[in-house]
């Protein structure tokens, strides 16, 4: 009879419940003159790990319309640090999905009722175009009112920082969540030899003393689910979320 000492066996899943998911990111703004959208590995890793599971996925911004990787996650940008970001580069060159990146949904044109979760992308662009957008604000408020699975990734954990529920508390309180670090902004900052963004998550997090923001070390894969709520902290995180937001509709 053959060793069994060192044999492993893991069993997964194929099928799932049929599920619906929004992925939102940003839309395009500038950045001390430079042209920022989403992450693209944040949306492309998250929808791809959706699809497999079975799920129908949209995508949508704010404004809606045309939206645009960041220039140093766009893996065909020749100067860019993710040229093996093979699941972007399936997107952008895939028939259906690709038509998307031109043409989101905006967020007026999303009913809630329609969707079981909602995935947020990070990017260059959120800390600017989020933090003022009330009806982005409200639109999250209302996917967690609803019951529904929220999962925010790297500078996409900032609706935390603004979003407020009927009951005039952010949604952020009495939660345990993470988000692009203090640490990977500093990896930034020297990166550019500049201050990047004006404020951080991080800081701006720990200005609440009803919420609890824990993170890991710099660019270490690092995720958190409280409940229906999940967080990551960057890129590297985007398939803990995914699969954190797979394993709560399994639920």
């Not at 500038?30 to 699809?51: K, N, Q, W």
């Not at 093996?84 to 259906?96: A, C, P, R, T």
Request: charged share 25%.
């Amino acid at each position: 009879m053959a060793n069994q000492d060192n044999v492993i066996k893991k069993h997964g899943r194929h099928v799932y419940k049929k599920k619906k998911v929004l992925c939102l990111v940003s839309n395009a703004t500038s950045l001390h003159g430079i042209e920022v959208g989403f992450f693209a590995e944040e949306m492309t890793r998250p929808f791809y790990d959706f699809i497999i599971a079975g799920y129908d996925v949209d995508v949508a911004s704010p404004k809606g319309g045309e939206v645009k990787f960041d220039s140093h996650s766009n893996p065909e940008n020749p100067e860019g640090a993710y040229p093996n970001d093979l699941i972007s580069i399936g997107f952008v060159h895939h028939k259906e999905f690709s038509k998307w990146l031109q043409n989101t949904k905006a967020i007026t044109e999303i009913d809630v009722n329609d969707y079981d979760a909602i995935c947020v992308a990070g990017g260059g662009a959120p800390l600017i175009t989020f933090k003022d957008d009330i009806a982005l604000h409200q639109l999250i408020a209302d996917f967690h009112e609803a019951g529904k699975v929220i999962c925010l990734i790297c500078h996409g954990t900032s609706l935390l920082l603004w979003t407020k529920l009927k009951d005039g508390k952010f949604l952020a309180d009495g939660k345990t969540w993470t988000g692009f670090a203090d640490s990977e902004e500093d990896i930034i900052n020297q990166m550019f030899g500049m201050t990047v963004n004006d404020y951080t998550i991080e800081t701006e997090a720990r200005k609440n003393p009803n919420t609890n923001f824990e993170v890991a070390g710099p660019l270490e894969p690092f995720a958190i689910r409280d409940g229906r709520l999940i967080t990551a902290q960057q890129q590297h995180s985007s398939y803990l979320a995914s699969q954190l937001v797979i394993e709560a509709l399994s639920e």
